[in-house]
C-alpha cells in the first residue's frame, strides 16, 4: 500500500499536470468563424493574468523568426509551469516595408502558419492584432511577439513579488521578462502618454531619452492619483518613432539606444528591475516632433480596498480620471470583482475612407461585446492603429470623429475610455485602422 504521505504527493502531482493540460477551460474564448484566432477572451478575477515582453526570434524570413519566438515563448511558459493554451491575446508587429498589398499578404500569410502551429492545438485559439511596424528593437528581426496569458490560482505557477507589493510578481524566465497579478487584484491601465515640451519653441519635445524620462515621469504622476507607485507596475508598451530630419528623405533608424538608456535609468532609480516591456518603433506622432509614446499596467497591492462598493453597477466595475476636457481619461482602476475582456483587433474592408472604416470597425466590435456581454459603457482600454494615406491631421482628425460617436457622446455614450492612438505603417488587406479593447463586465 501507498504511504499515505507518497498518496497525498501523487495526487497533488496529477491535479498539477491535469490543470497543465487545458489551461483554456478557465477563460471563457469566444470563436471567430474563418479567423485563426479568436474574438474575445473573458478572464474572470480567480484567474491570474501573465504579462510578457516582446520575443523576437533568430533565422531566416518571417515565418521562421515567429516560431522561433513563439518557441522562446513557450520555453519560458513551460519553465513556470504555464501552457501555451494558457494564452489569451497575443500581438505581432510584422516589419514591413511598405503599404503594398502583395507583400502584406506574404507577411501575413508567414506570420499565420507560424501561429496556428503555435496554437492550433488550443481548443479555441487566443485572440490576436497584428499590423505592420517601422522597426524593432533588434535591427536583424522582422518580427515581435507579445502575449497575455489566464492561469487559475491553484495551477502551482510561482512568482517572486515585486519589493512589498505581494499582488504583483515576477516569474523566473531566460528569454523574456514575464510579470503575473495575483487572482482577484484590482489594477490601472493608462492611456498611452507622450512627452512635454522642453521649451516654448515649435517641435521642442528633446530627444529621445529626454522625451522617454518625460513621458515615464507623467505616467508616474498617474499612478500617484490611485496610491501606487512604479513598484506596482507589472506591463509596460512602448511605441516609439523615428525623427523627422528637414530635408532627409532617407528613412531615419530609431533611437532605441538614446530610449533604452533613459528606460533603464527610470527603473533603477526606482529600485527595480524593468518590467516586462513590449516595445516597437512606427511613424506616430514623429510629424508633431513627438517620438515616443509609453503605456502602464499596475496592479493595487492591497485590492481588498477597491472593490468600490456602494457605487452604482458601472463604477462597481472601474473608475476613470483624467482631464474633464478631454474628450478620453488618463487612467482606469479596474475592481477586483470584475472580469476583464481582451477583444481581437478589429478592421473593415468594405469601406475606402479613415473614417468610414473607423464607423464600421466600431459596429463590428459593438456586436463582438454584445456576445461577449460588454457594452460601450464598459469598454475601458481602446486602441487604434492607423494606416495615414492623406496627412496626419486630415486622417486623424478623421478618426477622432468616428470615435466621438460612441464615445464622450453625452445623448450615446458619456463614457470615456483611457485609449492610445498610433499611426503606424500597415494595416492587414486594405484595411487602413485596426481597432483592439480591453472591456470589464
Known amino acids: 500500500m501507498m504511504p499515505k504521505f507518497e498518496s497525498i504527493l501523487s495526487t497533488i502531482l496529477v491535479l498539477s499536470l491535469t490543470a497543465s493540460i487545458s489551461w483554456a477551460q478557465f477563460a471563457d474564448i469566444e470563436p471567430l468563424p474563418g479567423a485563426p484566432y479568436s474574438s474575445s477572451a473573458t478572464v474572470p478575477p480567480t484567474l491570474s493574468k501573465v504579462f510578457?515582453?516582446?520575443?523576437?526570434?533568430?533565422?531566416?524570413?518571417?515565418e521562421a523568426q515567429a516560431r522561433?519566438?513563439?518557441?522562446?515563448?513557450?520555453?519560458?511558459f513551460d519553465k513556470t509551469g504555464i501552457g501555451m493554451d494558457a494564452v489569451i491575446n497575443v500581438r505581432g508587429y510584422l516589419k514591413v516595408l511598405s503599404t503594398d498589398l502583395e507583400e502584406n499578404a506574404t507577411a501575413m500569410a508567414e506570420?499565420?502558419?507560424?501561429?496556428?502551429d503555435a496554437f492550433g492545438d488550443n481548443t479555441l485559439p487566443p485572440t490576436r492584432t497584428t499590423f505592420g511596424v517601422y522597426e524593432l528593437a533588434d535591427p536583424e528581426a522582422v518580427i515581435a511577439i507579445e502575449a497575455v496569458a489566464a492561469v487559475p490560482a491553484q495551477s502551482g505557477v510561482e512568482g517572486v513579488p515585486f519589493n512589498a507589493n505581494p499582488k504583483a510578481l515576477t516569474l523566473e524566465t531566460e528569454h523574456q521578462p514575464v510579470s503575473m497579478t495575483a487572482p482577484f487584484s484590482s489594477m490601472v491601465l493608462t492611456s498611452g502618454i507622450l512627452a512635454d515640451p522642453v521649451s516654448d519653441e515649435p517641435r521642442a519635445f528633446g530627444d529621445m531619452a529626454q522625451q522617454t524620462t518625460s513621458a515615464l515621469k507623467k505616467l508616474e504622476a498617474a499612478l500617484r492619483h490611485?496610491?501606487?507607485?512604479?513598484?506596482?507596475v507589472v506591463y509596460v508598451r512602448s511605441l516609439l518613432s523615428p525623427e523627422v530630419i528637414e530635408d532627409v528623405t532617407e528613412p531615419v533608424p530609431v533611437d532605441f539606444a538614446g530610449y533604452q538608456e533613459a528606460f533603464d535609468a527610470y527603473w533603477a532609480s526606482n529600485f527595480r528591475d524593468s518590467p516586462p516591456t513590449a516595445e516597437f518603433a512606427a511613424p506616430g506622432f514623429n510629424s508633431t516632433g513627438r517620438i515616443v509614446e509609453i503605456e502602464f499596467y499596475?496592479?493595487?497591492p492591497d485590492s481588498a480596498s477597491h472593490t468600490f462598493a456602494g457605487d452604482d453597477s458601472l463604477s462597481y466595475l472601474h473608475r476613470r480620471e483624467g482631464s474633464e476636457t478631454s474628450f478620453l481619461n488618463r487612467s482606469a482602476a479596474i475592481a477586483r470583482d470584475a472580469s476583464m475582456v481582451w477583444f481581437a483587433g478589429v478592421i473593415d474592408q468594405t469601406r475606402d475612407h479613415i473614417h468610414s472604416q473607423a464607423v464600421n470597425a466600431l459596429l463590428t466590435l459593438e456586436e463582438r461585446m454584445m456576445n461577449a456581454g460588454v457594452s460601450?459603457?464598459?469598454i475601458v482600454q481602446l486602441r487604434a492603429y492607423l494606416q495615414i494615406e492623406n496627412g496626419f491631421r486630415t486622417d486623424f482628425n478623421?478618426?477622432?470623429?468616428?470615435y466621438k460617436r460612441f464615445f464622450n457622446a453625452p445623448s450615446v455614450n458619456p463614457e470615456k475610455p483611457i485609449r492610445t492612438a498610433f499611426p503606424v505603417i500597415s494595416i492587414p488587406g486594405t484595411a487602413v485602422i485596426e481597432l483592439e479593447a480591453i472591456?470589464?463586465?
Request: net charge negative; hydrophobic share 35%.
Open 68 to 76: 522561433d519566438a513563439l518557441a522562446q515563448m513557450k520555453d519560458d
Open 111 to 116: 506570420w499565420n502558419a507560424a501561429f496556428n
Open 376 to 378: 460601450f459603457e464598459n
Open 52 to 62: 510578457t515582453g516582446t520575443y523576437t526570434g533568430s533565422g531566416t524570413g518571417r
Open 439 to 441: 472591456g470589464v463586465k
Open 226 to 232: 490611485w496610491g501606487l507607485t512604479p513598484q506596482d
Open 298 to 300: 499596475a496592479v493595487f
Open 398 to 402: 478623421d478618426w477622432n470623429t468616428a
